[in-house]
């Protein structure tokens, strides 16, 4: 069976995590953001470790503290992202996390060039914090997405050094039932018996495979193809297919203020990717969304 083209694939892994993202959102008026963050990690996580069956016997504390680190910021992360889209549209939600990758790809950069993209990403997510969808955008919305944002940086650097002590299947899989403990109060709190629901588990089930194993799936096989620059300047399309699956799965609108922001951070990170130095490989664990 032919392969499909790498750029294909990461391209369906970002496509899969968006819809993602906008099925869950149909589920918090049922279980809440934190039930349903709770069910993602908790499925995705023990179907990885069915099948990656990870041992930590023989691993030095430093290695295990990296894991429980990296797990804390993969809950953390998708924690706060489900509180933000519960607040704000899932294309500005996304469009204010992603200065959180863009923060790391020009980290300790001195060119006038990178503060260039970093001025227009950070304008384009304040037009979003002024106005957008005909009304002010929900400020702890805000706040929210600039948290998930900041721990999706934390994500992409803890990966890369989790990535070279376990192996790739081993590392997510500790991540995600570490992160499923960080998580388990709120979402409880909010899910409370609605999580035993049949619906509802059903529904977390397929956000934990569109969001997690479908697009984890996808890029181990894309990452061996793609070079990092390619890999960066595809991410860079995530805010758009953001927007998309807002206006196809939750019928929200694409107002000029957001297509406008929307341009100016994906210019900023094709722009990075395009210009900028390398900071690192993509690394050993794929850099997923939230």
Known sequence: ??????????????????FGSAFA??????????????????????MLLAISRPRLRGRSRADLRAAIAFGLVLGGMNWSF????????????????????????????RRLLDAVWVVLAAGGVGLLALRGDNHDIDPVGIALALLAGACWAGYILLSKRVGASF?????????????TLLVLPVGIAQGGTALLHPGVLAGGLAVALLSSLIPYSLEIVA???????????????????????????????LTGIL????????????????????????????????
Not at 1 to 18: D, E, F, K, T
Not at 88 to 109: N, R
Not at 260 to 273: K, N, P, R, Y
Request: aromatic share 4%.
């Open 1 to 18: 069976m032919r392969i499909p083209p790498p750029q294909l694939l990461l391209l369906g892994s970002i496509a899969s995590v968006q």
């Open 25 to 46: 959102d149909k589920l918090f008026a049922q279980a809440g953001p934190g039930g349903v963050v709770l069910l993602r990690l908790a499925l995705s996580g023990a």
């Open 82 to 109: 489900y509180e933000a889209l519960d607040r704000l549209p899932l294309g500005v939600a996304v469009t204010i996390e992603f200065l959180g990758p863009l923060t790391v790809a020009v980290a300790g950069s």
């Open 167 to 179: 192996a790739a299947l081993d590392g997510l899989a500790i991540a995600l039932a570490v992160g």
């Open 223 to 253: 990452l061996r193809r793609l070079k990092a620059s390619t890999f960066g300047l595809l991410m860079s399309l995530e805010p758009a297919f953001a927007a998309l699956a807002g206006v196809i799965v939750l019928s929200q609108h």
């Open 259 to 290: 297509l406008i922001a929307l341009v100016m951070v994906v210019t900023a990170s094709v722009g990075t990717t395009v210009t900028g130095r390398a900071v690192g490989s993509a690394g050993n664990e794929p850099q997923l969304s939230a």
